[in-house]
């Protein structure tokens, strides 16, 4: 039977029928939906860990101990992840182990452009790179089957353009396959130097091995044509490549790293140009060059974007340049808080107390954006804490009382606590924010491990944030509605000029998964003075009309955050 | 081969549109790239899906580019305007006529342009429908993207008891009715 699935769909139907038995991830556009759709398949337990550190270690435990695991993340998830993962390419496993890492080229959903097969590289962990859903369910398979046959985790990269593209897909049926028997292994499993030594000298073996293998792999496969051109490419790319130069013989890459040297030596020598066409960096072209081949390909594209048919054409083809799309006079869209969100309040206040704001990952880096404008610094995962810290003890304790941090509930569980910790234990008197909306917002509303329910929507334990920040010894944590702009107002104010370190948790759920709105403010024109205050806040569903404002029926869910602002009274639930 | 382009806000629905035209492709035989938007524009930016269909070449890329495009389904008048470069010279705009300010817009650093739909009738065939009303007629506003599939059944291959079919098959069963009346409507719409 033939389905339509996206790349991701596709991932986590593959490790239902790979009989995998594990699989944890964190959320991570454009991931999500890998676990998402794991956790309909029963035959496997899945969760969502508070951050990717933790989901490799799951996996590789779940893999040393006999069955075969998944673990999902978003590219820079891997670097969070990449202490337990450029050891597990040491111990190697026992059962099949595969990491699924989706970069973002182009940025659509990221804060930069990693190229994960320089991390495989780094690692000396094998790479798949598959073009398309159906590449995603089969090469996920053979990556296990990789993973067991030479000892070692396997990394399966996704790019946006895979992750989030529906193609047809074949599916199949699940292998069971029994647990693998475990047995204490000390010079394997337990990394101490004189152990590793001798993986380390494995591992050099294990890539070799594997790397001889390739030449003869399935997926590296050539498709010859015309041979006066030559492309090598893979993933995202190679689709770009088939339409943008059909007459071309072409080198499928399908195992990104090791390469095949031997299959690509070949396939150079029998075409006249060779081109080498890949998203990102130039991985493969500067491995074949140190082989002294000739080619070219990065010089043409660049790095920074993603490559498209047009692109290809243009550069390699001599085909006309597509050009960016004509904007001109036409007003950009960026994305926004939406009508209703805890987020708004929170900035509002901080911009009119002039504060200095270390943001983090998630919705509330919105915040950023006119006419809040309210971000000074966003970086990573968790960084909030750790750099209002470093400007504090940078430029003394007064800087601490016009800086905060802000990070959401999700982030704070993911990357928070250690910077907290070393607030506490360093003597800070900083103030941190933890905009608690009850979930993890940006990637469409995942539970973690702080709003009390697991990847299911079964109940669970709730880390309670307030008795952790009392356990690391903070005197001050104060929770506050954000919908209650005046209380949040004076909190913090109160918290920012204490000279002791503070947290704040501004909690209010999501406004999108509020299962029933408020009722819809409506504009009074008799009592409005036109004064513009209420669109201060940038809700989406104000806009300004002749006598003064309107609000949008059908986007407004009552917050109320306007009214607030107002001096005249002139907005108020419709009656 | 058909290429298709959806665009609109964020949250208006384009996900289902696909949803529903990639199912109906593969119902009838047709090979199928869907590509899809998802995280932060997803927060009211401005979102674009690409629909290639085919029964009779390849397809690989799941990208419909710059003057490929034989339909462009715009939710949003703004979006119409900025998804014009991809209409094929004897291509079809089919725009619901909805205004929803962008963030510029609505804090004063920019204005909506006021000849938004006039500057796409002059360079693409155009058809207007305000989908949200007739929509709200069938029941919610929500699904004025059925509506619009109505109005996109007639420039594709397939019965519309194959359109049904597939919607069917993408929507809860408890909206159904109101999915098939709006499509329906979409349908009949002249």
């Known amino acids: 039977m033939k389905k339509l699935l996206l790349g991701n769909e596709a991932i986590a139907r593959g490790a239902y029928e790979a009989g995998v038995r594990v699989s944890s991830a964190y959320p991570g556009t454009p991931s999500t939906e890998i676990n998402e759709n794991v956790a309909t398949y029963p035959e496997i337990y899945s969760e969502w860990a508070p951050n990717e550190k933790v989901a490799v270690e799951v996996a590789l435990g779940a893999a040393v101990s006999g069955a075969r695991s998944l673990a999902c993340m978003k590219h820079v998830g891997l670097n969070v992840a990449a202490d337990p993962f450029f050891t597990a390419t040491y111990t190697g496993v026992n059962a099949g182990m595969v990491v699924v890492v989706a970069d973002d080229p182009g940025m659509h959903s990221s804060q930069n452009e990693q190229d994960t097969r320089m991390l495989a590289r780094a690692s000396h962990a094998p790479i798949l790179d598959p073009s398309n859903s159906q590449e995603c369910k089969d090469f996920l398979k053979l990556a296990y089957d990789i993973s067991e046959k030479y000892d070692t985790p396997v990394i399966l990269r996704l790019t946006t353009r895979i992750a989030h593209a529906r193609t047809l897909v074949e599916l199949e049926d699940r292998i069971e396959l029994p647990l693998r028997e475990y047995n204490r292994d000390i010079k394997k499993f337990v990394s101490m130097p004189a152990n590793m030594i001798g993986r380390h000298l494995y591992v050099e073996e294990r890539e070799a091995r594997l790397a001889n293998d390739a030449n003869k792999l399935s997926i590296n496969k050539i498709e010859w044509a015309d041979r006066t051109v030559g492309v090598i490419t893979s993933g995202a790319a190679y689709n770009y490549v088939k339409e943008a130069m059909p007459n071309a013989s072409v080198l499928k890459l399908g195992l990104a790293y090791p390469m095949p040297r031997k299959l690509i030596e070949e396939f150079a020598n029998a075409v006249d140009t060779l081109y080498v066409i890949e998203d990102m960096e130039p991985f493969y072209e500067d491995a074949i060059k140190s082989w002294g081949i000739k080619c070219s390909g990065k010089e043409l594209t660049g790095v920074q974007g993603e490559l498209f048919a047009r692109k290809i054409a243009a550069k390699f083809q001599g085909a006309e340049e597509a050009g960016p799309m004509n904007t001109q006079g036409i007003p950009a869209r960026p994305p926004v808080l939406c009508p209703g969100c805890p987020h708004r309040g929170l900035y509002h206040i901080l911009g009119k107390l ?67 910790l070393n607030m506490a234990y360093n003597r800070s008197v900083g103030t941190v924010i933890v905009a608690d909306n009850s979930i993890t917002g940006m990637t469409g509303h995942q539970n973690n491990p702080a709003n009390g329910y697991d990847i299911h929507g079964e109940p669970t334990t709730a880390l309670d944030i307030v008795k952790l920040c009392e356990a690391m010894g903070i005197n001050n944590v104060r929770v506050v509605d954000p919908f209650d702009l005046k209380e949040l107002e004076k909190v913090v104010r109160e918290e920012t000029e204490r000279d002791e370190l503070s947290v704040i948790i501004s909690r209010r759920p999501c406004a999108l998964i509020v299962k029933q709105p408020g009722v819809p403010f409506v504009c009074d024109s008799e009592k409005c003075r036109n004064c513009g205050l209420c669109m201060k806040i940038g809700c989406p569903a104000i806009r300004k009309i002749e006598t003064g404002v309107a609000v949008d029926p059908t986007q407004c869910v009552g917050c109320g955050l306007c009214a607030q602002l107002c001096h005249f009274g002139a907005l108020n639930p419709e009656a | 081969m058909y290429n298709i382009v959806i665009v609109g806000v964020g949250g208006q629905g384009t996900l289902l549109a696909s949803k529903i035209l990639g199912q109906l492709a593969m119902n009838n035989g047709y090979d199928v790239r869907v590509s899809e938007v998802h995280g932060m524009s997803q927060r009211g930016g401005s979102v674009v899906t690409y629909v290639r269909i085919s029964n009779d070449q390849p397809l690989y890329s799941s990208i419909v580019e710059q003057g490929q495009a034989d339909i462009v389904l715009a939710f949003e008048n703004l979006e119409a305007l900025r998804a014009l470069p991809y209409l094929k010279a004897d291509g079809t705009m089919v725009v619901n006529t909805q205004e929803i300010l962008p963030m510029p817009v609505i804090t004063g650093s920019t204005k909506y342009p006021e000849d938004c739909l006039s500057r796409v009738e002059a360079n693409a065939n155009t058809i207007k429908i305000n989908a949200v009303d007739i929509a709200h007629e069938c029941g919610t506003y929500r699904a004025a993207n059925v509506v619009l599939m109505g109005v996109c059944a007639k420039m594709l291959p397939f019965a519309e008891d194959e359109w049904h079919k597939a919607i069917e098959q993408c929507v809860k069963p408890k909206f159904l009715e109101i999915n098939i009346s709006a499509f329906d409507r979409g349908y009949a719409y002249k």
Not at chain 1, 364 to 385: E, H, K
């Open chain 1, 354 to 420: 002039k504060l200095t704001v270390c943001s983090d990952i998630g919705c509330y880096t919105l915040g950023a954006l006119p006419p809040l404008s309210g971000v000074d610094t966003c970086v990573c995962m968790g960084a909030s804490i750790g750099m209002a810290h470093g400007m504090e003890k940078a430029r003394g304790a007064m800087q601490a009382k016009k800086t905060v941090a802000v990070l959401g509930d999700s982030t704070f569980c993911h990357s928070g606590l250690t910077g907290l």
